[in-house]
């Protein structure tokens, strides 16, 4: 057990969902793929889903729907691809281990917690229920509830406004280039875990002011937690 040490007092810390907290890409990638098979598209791999990670799920289908030529509206898309996932995601989702961790612990000492994905609501509440990740995390953010969607600051800065913080107090922990260019963007300090460690070499992570370049596999509890009390 993690001993508590901290110093925090004004900092909140903001969380991207989807290969952040949760390994939820490979639910998102057969979601994606049993959709587009819907539509006739049969060669979707989990290649050229990787190229949209960290990308909101609205722009993704945009992307997708015009690439393959779909000429089904995209809110018939988003509500295929929401159906699916979420008959995914209340089957299993797993939480990084060590990321469980880091929120029990920042919970205990009663730093300001939240979500900001590019998930729909629904999909953020059905994996934060079903992991027990709603303990302690109560403050959620949807790219739906905002105009734009990472890269875009919009999630993070209403994150920090429904925490009641200022953007420069706050830390958001990120798996993708797009959420750590929308954290530097909203004025935030990131941590950048990223979600392909292949992708560590990207200049948006470059800029985060801590990059666990291994990903998750490199990932701790305690080192975050200590380099957050340092950092303030």
Known sequence: MLERMSTLRTTSVIFDLDGTLVDSEPNYFEAGRRLLAEYGVTDFSWERH??????????????LREEYAIGAPVEELLAGKNRHYLELARAATE???EMLKFVELLHGDGVPLAVASGSSRAAIEAVLA???LDAFIRT??????????????DVF?????RLGAVPADCVVLEDAAPGAVAARAAGMRCV??????????????AAAELLYAGGQ??????????WLNTAG
């Not at 950048?192 to 992570?205: G, R």
């Open 157 to 161: 800065l209403e994150a920090a406004r």
């Open 217 to 226: 596999r490199e990932f701790t509890a305690r080192a975050a937690y200590d």
């Open 95 to 97: 939480v990084y281990p």
């Open 130 to 132: 079903g992991t027990g």
């Open 140 to 153: 959620v953010v949807s790219a739906e509830e905002v105009p734009r969607g990472k890269p875009e600051p």
């Open 192 to 205: 950048a875990v990223p979600y392909l460690p292949a992708a560590a070499s990207d200049p948006a992570f």
């Open 50 to 63: 990787t190229d949209f990670i960290g990308i909101g799920t609205r722009e993704t289908l945009e992307a």
